[in-house]
């Protein structure tokens, strides 16, 4: 463990509680000019401690980053902080001074801002109109809006802190990345000074990755504090300037990330050691499980979103798919696995021509999918596991007779995959709904592994999930991968594709622009081309077509 | 109107009540013509027939868009219509009508009465809805059959029939020298005073939907209502505030239609609104929610209905239930071929603070 830096680890924090803690904010701000400190912290939920004593500590001025495990209680003491929840007990002191908020609003009057995970906008008001909701400067006596003031009140802002952003577009017209500035303009035109930041990166691309770290650098200079929540380990060390490590609602502790190591934090994350980088073995390549050709698929509007795209995926390999969000990797999946009807091309699956299959079809051929949204595709929220359990295999022989579902074998099929795959709670009757995101995915992911397919189609299997189940996930496809199974695999974590596929295919804009060998491309090649721009020949200029023999690990 | 290239229209919506897509300004330009056509071609009793018969359409409509864009998808309308329309002649005739107290007619009391009972119903609505949760379709319709009960049962108690007695209807306004103008003499200045409310509520209703901080936080609380509780805002208070504001406008709309229009109401079968609340409905999301697009919608619907009315009373036998379905027609035709109406993201969702 590290004795460096601010470093108290495990018990530090517990101990300090008592003498130091009161004395500090008794006595004003004590050493370090807190912009925040959370003392003491505890918040229950119905059966859970989601805070156990939680002490955080944020300077004024710096980035803090808040890491932890999915359910380790980040995003509850955010909340606590917020005004969301009420903690049981412990103090809330911003600026020195003891505060109780009640509601957000409470947390905003006293400079506190929060960026949640989920954009809080409204897509169809401009972004002067979000930005301003529920603090609108009036005229004329307060009847009417004074759009003149807000307009210029951001473009003030936008100077300060070198923002982009157009007051009078649409926000649903907006990038990921640009409402995501939005945000953060609107919690600053509240006149935030501590800024709360959850997951800020899950939804951006690399490059925005990095827009996100000088906006964050821009605002620490300019006074303002910032508290990234985060599981990711390479963000936490490469933007904050403290990291307090949180695990099962409890605080770990807080170090300086310059002198420590991920390995290490990952063990405070985790309580145990973690392999960080999965291991690929390269293997022979197989038959060809599964083949596109020149599939073509327009959306709802009638645009093609997916523009003449060739993929094959042979047996015993993994196809990862890179991209931002939205450039037709939706689609093509849903075309692939029977959800959407392609407009043009075939797709063959073990052999056989399976374009015009229904989803009960393909799935009773073997064709497994995660899909990329938990709530709407994978589960039935109000149903219990169990039920959840056989989605999908609910007229398969093994579980069901002649239209009746033998729901006994249904239970011993879903206790096993809570066991296997380490779902929890532990229990088969409770609804989907309780279940937190990261255990809802592992619940889906066994499910579908579980059907013994030849095809596994995921995407973002891992979205939401934290290190610890991550690494069994990926454990998992890998032996899937070694049993034969053909894998395609779409994520917009780049580290994910790039470590796990055999060959990676990047999509722009409904094509292909490249399929090379992940281990051979870094991540800024990566995130040049998902952004639709070539590198500078890098290597012969390639097709845009995949085919299953180039590339591939000799 | 709408003309000029779109890069042009763009400022200008700026400033005017003006609809900001194309589907809506090809809307407006067949409003356009259709209304000189009209004018032209149909008599001025029908002209003023159209005002009068657009009233409760209007209004229902004006305040039904106020609910949805907050959320809260208000089918109770029609209920609103007739529970306001037999409160108003029944409070008039009980003060008796033609008479006035502190100066001011019955028949105003009659109106303040109806506004009022319809803004109770509308909040009885509004904590079914939004306290208790309950379904906000299965609520709005339980509004309306309360209405078609009670209505007609009060009626038969106090009339000894489901049709209450006449109390008559508003004088005119009528404006000196204004009300010789061709045309807008008669349409506008020599008219009941309910067209004038109608009018004035439809310019109203848009001001206060786009250009207050309330009608913001009303889109807001029907598109994303997470986003306006996280910046501090009572989706609650809201969507009461919209949904009383429903009760308010189509209080005045039933109300008006009955006190300025009817001058008795007849509870029996469908009453004597007809289904007009639901042909608000209609009108509102054949609008796009623009208030005064659904004032205009209103002017459509109701002027069938007076060129209706004009041939039956002409001998030809046009069967009402027909001329009654065009609205209705009309919607599907908008949702099918043009499909430009979008409900509100969070429209029929009941919201609960601290979710997550």
Redesign the interface.
Known sequence: MTDSGTGTIADGGRGVEHGDGTARTAGGDGGGDLAVHLDNITKRFPGVVANDRVDLRVERGTVHALLGENGAGKTTLMNVLYGLYQPEGGRVVVDGQERAFDSPRDAIDAGVGMIHQHFMLVDTMTVAENIALGNEPRKWFGLAVDRERIDREIRDLCDRYGFDVDPGATVADLSVGAQQRVEILKALYRGADVLILDEPTAVLTPQEVEGLYSVLEELTEQGKTIIFITHKLGEATHAADEITVLRDGESVGTVDPTATTQEELAEYMVGREVLLEADVEPRENGDVVLSTDDIVVEDEREVEVVSGIDLEVHSGEILGIAGVDGNGQGQLIEAITGLRTPDEGTITFDGEEVTDWSRRERIDAGMAYIPEDRHEQGLVMSFDLVENGVLGSQRSAEFANGGRIDWASVRDHTEDIIETYDVRPPDADADAVSLSGGNQQKFIVGREFERDPDLVVATHPTRGVDIGSTEFIHDRLLELREEGVAVLLVSSKLDEVQSLSDRLAVIYEGEFVDVTDPDEITEEELGLLMAGEHPSERHEPTDTVATGDRGDAE | MAAGPTTEVRPMRERLPLPDSTYMQAVLLGGVIVTLLFLLFASPSTHTATLRLAVPIALAAIGGIFAEKSGVINIGIEGLLIVSAFTGVIVTFWLGSGESTLFVSHHWWGMLAGVIASTLFALVFAVVCIEFKADQIIAGLAVWLIALGLAPFVSRIVFGSPNTDTVGTFDNVTVPVLSELPLVGYLLFDTPPQVWLMLISAVLGWYLLS???FG??V??SG??P????????DVRKVRYTAVLLSGVFAGLGGAGFALGQLGTFAGGGETDIQGRGFIAIATYLFANYHPIGALGGSFLFAGLDAIQIRLQAAGYAVPTELIRTIPYVTVIVVLVFVGKTRLP?AAGENYES?ED
């Open positions: 250009r207050t901080s913001r936080w889109v807001a598109e994303n997470k986003a306006l509780d996280t910046a501090g805002v993201d601290g």
